[in-house]
T-cell receptor, first 113, second 113 residues
Framework: DAGVIQSPRHEVTEMGQEVTLRCKPI?????LFWYRQTMMRGLELLIY????????DSGMPEDRFSAKMPNASFSTLKIQPSEPRDSAVYFC???????????FGPGTRLLVL | AQSVTQLGSHVSVSEGALVLLRCNYS??????LFWYVQYPNQGLQLLLK??????LVKGINGFEAEFKKSETSFHLTKPSAHMSDAAEYFC???????????FGAGTRLFVKA
């Protein structure tokens, strides 16, 4: 079975540009999570969805960040406008059920110049 | 509120030596506890998890962890390190009611030949 799929794997952009990260969860999973990983702050949960509905976005750093899940097989994390401090690795993960193991995608490495 | 503390951001062992990575948690309700491993340029993978069954949990690649309620610990061990074990290891905690998994800061394991 395919795991969690993320695209792009690498993104280099200039400050002020819009960035869209994409995630396809494992088929049948009903929870989807977006994380950010940096050396300074470690792994941070940004937002999670249950059955395509955002449940908790308290980890979203500011209004420049937004996430959507239009259907069970696709989610996006958008940053507009991007800033150099947004440079990080962004992970998507999915799980089956509230207590299920989270399966992580390979991540998107974002560099904002 | 839940929290997890990993003692030691870096651990170095010789090949064939015992691996011990320390994790202490704080939770007001019975916890679920996890160890994840992250290899370079990859997402996190579940090594093992404790969900209130046996206190000694065996995971993949020869790793195991013991839940000690009295010490609020969930240390990860492996009797004999292999070069391929070099990676970053994350301890995580969630509670039996919720799912918001809290990750530790990670411990990077180095294995010397």
């Amino acid at each position: 079975d395919a795991g969690v799929i993320q695209s792009p794997r690498h993104e280099v952009t200039e400050m002020g540009q819009e960035v869209t990260l994409r995630c396809k969860p494992i088929s049948g999973h009903d929870y989807l999570f977006w994380y950010r990983q940096t050396m300074m702050r470690g792994l941070e949960l940004l937002i999670y969805f249950n059955n395509n509905v955002p449940i908790d976005d308290s980890g979203m750093p500011e209004d420049r960040f937004s996430a959507k899940m239009p259907n069970a097989s696709f989610s996006t994390l958008k940053i507009q406008p991007s800033e150099p401090r947004d440079s990080a690795v962004y992970f998507c993960a999915s799980s089956l059920g509230l207590k299920g193991t989270q399966y992580f995608g390979p991540g998107t490495r974002l560099l904002v110049l | 509120a839940q929290s997890v503390t990993q003692l030691g951001s870096h651990v170095s062992v010789s090949e064939g030596a015992l691996v011990l990575l320390r994790c202490n948690y704080s939770s007001s309700v019975p916890p679920y506890l996890f160890w994840y491993v992250q290899y370079p340029n990859q997402g996190l993978q579940l090594l093992l998890k404790y969900t209130s069954a046996a206190t000694l949990v065996k995971g993949i690649n020869g790793f195991e962890a013991e839940f000690k309620k009295s010490e609020t610990s969930f240390h990860l061990t492996k009797p004999s390190a292999h070069m391929s074990d070099a990676a970053e290891y994350f301890c995580a905690v969630s509670d039996t009611g919720g799912f918001k998994t809290i990750f530790g800061a990670g411990t990077r394991l180095f294995v010397k030949a």
